[in-house]
T-cell receptor, first 112, second 111 residues
Framework: NAGVTQTPKFRILKIGQSMTLQCTQD?????MYWYRQDPGMGLKLIYY???????DKGEVPNGYNVSRSTTEDFPLRLELAAPSQTSVYFC???????????FGPGTRLTVL | RKEVEQDPGPFNVPEGATVAFNCTYS??????FFWYRQDCRKEPKLLMS???SGNEDGRFTAQLNRASQYISLLIRDSKLSDSATYLC????????????FGTGTRLQVTL
């Protein structure tokens, strides 16, 4: 059981480039989440999904897009990267009937 | 006002000390409460849930005061391995169970 995995671990982007952060979970969880964590700040919810084919905006969705074509995968797309998107990105999942979220190891993104 | 407020610390305590962290939340409709632990450059992990009656897990005790919208975490007999950032977390209403995180309180346990 790998839990929640994220790729890549690190990435440096130039302003205006795009990329996809990958997130996969093998726990058959319906609920999946994307957060960003800036230094000294709490985690902020970007997007979430309550099941395959269903996604919704969180607190800070601007500049990001998501899709959820399968239960396992929840990729986060950055279009036109900006320095303000420099952050650590965490993906999380949870099962039905529990509030506990399981987090992936994170992706450290720098936009220069 | 932030939805979840914590003293960022750092709290520097010697091994064996007892330390307490507090947290306040602004949304009176918040339903569930947790403490997560985050080690440096790692992902958050659930430490314990917080119940109205108070609950204990080994050296850790969590308490909730709904009337004051206040949550606490007490760590007894601190170990070096307890050094981490402790995140106060509350859930919103609704089926998505979205978590709202505090900025965390940093604990450094020293010899």
């Amino acid at each position: 059981n790998a839990g929640v995995t994220q790729t890549p671990k690190f990435r440096i982007l130039k302003i205006g480039q795009s990329m996809t952060l990958q997130c996969t979970q093998d726990m058959n969880h319906n609920y999946m989440y994307w957060y960003r964590q800036d230094p000294g700040m709490g985690l902020k919810l970007i997007y979430y999904s309550v099941g395959a084919g269903i996604t919704d905006k969180g607190e800070v969705p601007n500049g990001y897009n998501v899709s959820r074509s399968t239960t396992e995968d929840f990729p986060l797309r950055l279009e036109l990267a900006a320095p303000s998107q420099t952050s650590v990105y965490f993906c999380a999942s949870r099962g039905q009937g529990t509030h506990e979220q399981f987090f992936g190891p994170g992706t450290r993104l720098t936009v220069l | 006002r932030k939805e979840v407020e914590q003293d960022p610390g750092p709290f520097n305590v010697p091994e064996g000390a007892t330390v307490a962290f507090n947290c306040t939340y602004s949304n009176s409709a918040s339903q569930s409460f947790f403490w997560y632990r985050q080690d440096c450059r790692k992902e958050p992990k659930l430490l314990m849930s917080v119940y109205s009656s108070g609950n204990e897990d080994g050296r850790f005790t969590a308490q909730l005061n709904r009337a004051s919208q206040y949550i606490s975490l007490l760590i007894r007999d601190s170990k070096l391995s307890d050094s981490a950032t402790y995140l106060c977390v509350v859930t919103s209403t609704g089926t998505a169970s979205k978590l709202t995180f505090g900025t965390g309180t940093r604990l450094q346990v020293t010899l």
